[in-house]
């Protein structure tokens, strides 16, 4: 990859018999030299290369991270392969809900099974997960066999973490950290896709919904500097991409406790200024803190900023809203959407909600189908309270049955997919822009791509058009995606 070609020289001009540096990155860099050659043995005693697998769960920030794991491993000589049966797999794990944590226990079975038949292989696990104290208690007693553990605040010591792993493969190497105020940038990076990429713009979370495990395994919000970011993407242009995400678990509140404090909203409005870039968007937006600068923004770029908004609602009883510590109210988060539809009237509006948060009545959850009739999202992510130990939330006791939570869960599963089908066919027969991505999954005749407003659409072509801005025809919406024809 075009971009990676710097570390290369750096890295292949590091002797990596002398001491290491502290310097971060300059650290990794040799730490990846060191890795290399103890790779080149292991390969010249198997006569062949090894392979290597990411699996990610969870959300953009964790997919993102896994670009930077993978650039790391490609940097340091192993190859990448799309199945697990490789030399080294490494798992990106989540643990928003209880059942992203069963299925790492459940597939970490699988794995054993494939190194007990090749007993060089190596297991690695990494992530919000591992930010549990309990979660690796769990995995030195039971899962003795996995070679690697790290946490969030470390990903980019992957080469140190692997060199050493790598110099003792019958040691179980742990390195998790409680909290760090370094972000360490410039390091490898393979991006899954060739034209467009996340951007991380801060990291961590100070909010504490009662619900949530964020702010406990991903740490206290730490924002880049914007000449940072704006380099990082300036260079991601330079190498093709041309769509960009700004991340962050609450973008809205980015830049706020920066030595000279800088808005979300003038980093975003700098980053539309960036020639060559034709798209961008970020995620996610906390309704408490969505600023009139913000909407001012957007609706000054609209053809280069993405007419969407994701703002999650979690619930809409003020009731449940205050308990959950989420600072807003039905009729505040209302009066937000009022005010962003006034400025944006074709915007796209997605959310998250949550059924069955502890104490949720009938009147409750009734609440929360009454703002969604009248938002009326183009999607909606569903979900079902999953206790968190260590919230709030997880001490309280009346626990809505199971029953009871799932009926909730089936009315508005049905109410947002309606609507949502509703809305997303606003655009049926206009002619939209279509950024494709790659070749349709089931009709090798059809690719694949995304609307500005994130909307998917199918419609004849080829791989030359990948990674290319299309006029499309929207000639028919199928529920929550179109197909159409080149306009
Ligand atoms: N149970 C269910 N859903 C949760 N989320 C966060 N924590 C929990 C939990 N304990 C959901 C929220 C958040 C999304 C990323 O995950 O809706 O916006
Ligand atoms: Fe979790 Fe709330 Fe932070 Fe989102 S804003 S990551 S829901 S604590």
């Not at 502290?22 to 990846?32: K, L, V």
């Not at 997919?63 to 798992?91: F, H, Q």
């Amino acid at each position: 990859m075009e971009t990676n070609k710097a570390y290369e020289e750096i890295i292949s001009s590091l002797d990596p018999c002398a001491p290491a540096p502290e310097d971060e990155p300059f650290r990794q860099y040799y730490f990846i030299a060191r890795a290399r050659k103890s790779l080149a043995e292991v390969e010249a005693k198997l006569g062949r290369k090894l392979t290597f697998h990411v699996a990610t769960f969870g959300c953009q920030m964790n997919a993102r991270d896994s670009e930077k794991l993978r650039g790391i491993l490609e940097e340091i000589g192993y190859v990448p392969v799309d199945t697990e049966e490789a030399d080294l797999v490494l798992y990106n794990t989540c643990t928003v809900r209880e059942n992203a944590n069963t299925k790492v226990y459940g597939r970490l079975g699988g794995l054993h099974s494939w190194k007990k038949k090749n007993p060089h292989m190596m297991i690695g696990l990494c992530g919000c997960m591992m930010q549990e104290e309990h979660v690796v208690k769990t995995i030195r007693e039971k899962y003795r066999f996995v070679n690697l553990i790290f946490g969030t605040h470390n990903i980019y010591k992957l080469a140190e973490l692997m060199s050493r792993a790598l110099d003792h493969p019958d040691e179980m190497v742990v390195d998790i950290q409680q909290k760090t105020d370094l972000m360490v940038e410039q390091l490898p990076v393979d991006r899954t896709y060739k034209f467009k990429s996340g951007v991380n713009i801060m990291y961590g979370c100070n909010n504490f919904c009662s619900y949530c495990i964020v702010p406990y395994v991903r740490g206290r919000e730490k924002s880049r500097e914007p000449l940072d970011i704006l380099r990082e993407i300036e260079q991601l242009v330079a190498d093709g991409v041309i769509e960009v995400m700004l991340l962050g678990q609450n973008v809205n509140s980015y830049g706020k406790t920066l030595e000279n404090p800088v808005s979300f909203a003038e980093l975003l409005e700098s980053v539309a200024q960036i020639d060559g870039l034709r798209r961008v968007r970020f995620m996610t937006s906390h309704p408490k803190d969505l600023s009139d600068e913000l909407i001012a923004v957007m609706a000054k770029y609209p053809d280069k900023i993405c007419p969407h908004l994701h703002l999650p609602l979690q619930s809409g009883s003020s009731r449940l809203l205050k308990h959950m510590n989420r600072r807003y109210t039905k009729e505040s988060y209302l009066e937000l959407v009022d005010k962003i539809r006034a400025a944006m009237p074709d915007i796209s509006l997605t959310t998250d909600i949550i059924v069955g948060y502890p104490g949720e009545t009938e009147e409750d959850f009734q609440e929360t189908l009454e703002v969604v009739e009248k938002v009326r999202y183009d999607s909606a992510f569903t979900f079902i309270y999953s206790k968190r130990s260590g919230t709030p939330a997880a001490k309280m006791d009346d626990q809505v049955p199971e029953d009871v939570v799932k009926d909730r869960f089936n009315r508005l599963l049905l109410l947002v997919q309606n609507i949502g089908r509703e809305q997303t066919a606003r655009f049926e027969g206009q002619v939209k822009e279509v950024l494709v991505e790659h070749i349709n999954e089931q009709d090798p005749g059809l690719v694949t791509g995304r609307m500005d407003n994130n909307s998917v659409v199918h419609f004849p072509g080829d791989a030359s058009l990948i990674g290319q801005i299309v006029k499309v025809k929207l000639d028919k919406c199928h529920g929550f995606y179109y197909l159409g024809t080149q306009a």
